[in-house]
């Protein structure tokens, strides 16, 4: 895993194709072509790393175990996430800029479901010779769909709140009959119902910029105006423009830019998250405490047992941008609240409350979480 590890970081940080990526941004010339761009080498420096460095001859009995395919998939495949949804965010964010929007860039969420079918499907078979495909371009292809679950938030979220977004999916080499059949440029909602999915070696291009989405200018305030109504208006920022996070321009961004919270949770880098609590207690419809706030969180996000990893990450993941407050001491150690928005599977987002714990060790222990109201909003924020 060590090998892994370190020759991936070394063969980004030496990527031509990856600092061109950064030069354009920081020259506010980048666009979403390049961060299709950016995704295919990340995802390629992973594949070979991979293909390099795990050989039947290295595993036991030459088979590819599930303990073993998730002790390395999971956080190499997140990493490519952490990555390429950091550049698609900070480049969304100069378009934003560009086209005079003040809207906040979106992040999309991992497709968890994708990484956990390449685990159990390589973990499957008896000969690891048999699958090792699976190693190389699905986790290219699951790089570049980073971009367009990047792309597709953004464009919910400008469309929500009165723009009038559109999208173009354009071909790049010998495309085949079904790439050429989707390519072109449509107004949100009317776009193919496919025209975010690829088929593997696709090196198609989803883009979109804001631009032109900007709808109807108000001709004596010189404002772009919301269409929505004020419920709406209220709820966009209340989830995503006045919350105090810390975050910047995106998560990978804001730690090496040291945008940590001033008051984050103690000990927020050795947060330790049981899935017990999710799958026994927090998301559990049955539990004879927590069925009321499992069945709510299902309803509103459509959380269950099953994915709880979408939500585990988003938590691990916003701890350090959001604030922690003092709840109270007990025997046991010092209880913490932090409130953080968190997607579901179905696209919607809402509140979270989270609850922790330090034992006065090296590390802190998520304990609960349930959706905030309106009460917790004021208390909490």
Avoid at 307 to 319: C, E, F, P, S, T
Avoid at 352 to 368: C, H, P, Q, S
Wanted: proline fraction near 5%; hydrophobic fraction near 35%.
């Amino acid at each position: 895993m060590k090998n892994i590890q370190s020759q991936f970081d070394e063969k980004t940080y030496n990527s031509v194709k990856l600092k061109k990526a950064l030069k354009r941004l920081s020259d506010k010339k980048a666009s979403y072509i390049d961060v299709n761009d950016f995704a295919i080498e990340v995802g390629e420096i992973l594949a070979d790393v991979l293909g390099t460095n795990i050989t039947a001859e290295g595993l036991p009995d030459g088979k590819m175990y599930f303990n073993i395919a998730d002790r390395i998939l999971n956080p190499t495949m997140q990493k490519n996430f952490d990555l390429v949804s950091g550049y698609a965010g900070d480049v969304q964010r100069e378009l934003n800029q560009a086209a005079g929007i003040k809207l906040k860039a979106q992040s999309p969420v991992i497709n968890q479901d994708r990484i956990d079918g390449i685990i159990n499907r390589v973990s499957s078979e008896a000969d690891f010779e048999v699958i090792k495909w699976i190693l190389q371009e699905p986790v290219v292809n699951f790089t570049q769909s980073i971009v367009d679950d990047a792309i597709k938030a953004n464009v919910d979220f400008h469309a929500n709140a009165g723009l009038k977004p559109a999208i173009t999916r354009t071909v790049r080499g010998k495309a085949c009959d079904w790439c050429k059949n989707l390519a072109g440029t449509y107004p949100y909602h009317e776009e193919p119902e496919n025209i975010y999915q690829r088929h593997d070696r696709c090196r198609c291009i989803v883009e979109y910029n804001p631009k032109d989405s900007r709808g109807i200018q108000d001709s004596h305030t010189k404002k772009w105006r919301d269409h929505q109504k004020d419920a709406k208006i209220e709820e966009r920022k209340l989830l995503n423009l006045d919350y105090p996070s810390y975050t910047g321009p995106s998560g990978v961004s804001a730690i090496k830019r040291g945008k940590v919270h001033p008051d984050a949770l103690p000990n927020w880098q050795n947060a330790k998250i049981d899935k017990q609590k999710f799958e026994k207690y927090f998301l559990d419809p049955n539990h004879s405490r927590g069925s009321a706030k499992a069945k709510e969180l299902n309803n509103v996000l459509g959380l269950n047992p099953k994915n709880y990893r979408m939500v585990a990450n988003q938590i691990k993941k916003q701890l350090p941008y959001y604030k922690a407050i003092p709840s109270y001491e007990d025997q046991w150690g010092k209880r913490y609240v932090v409130m953080m928005p968190v997607t579901g599977p179905n696209g919607k987002t809402t509140n979270l409350l989270t609850f922790w714990i330090d034992e006065g060790g090296k590390e802190v222990r998520f304990t609960n979480a349930y959706r905030a109201h309106e009460k917790d909003r004021r208390k909490y924020k």
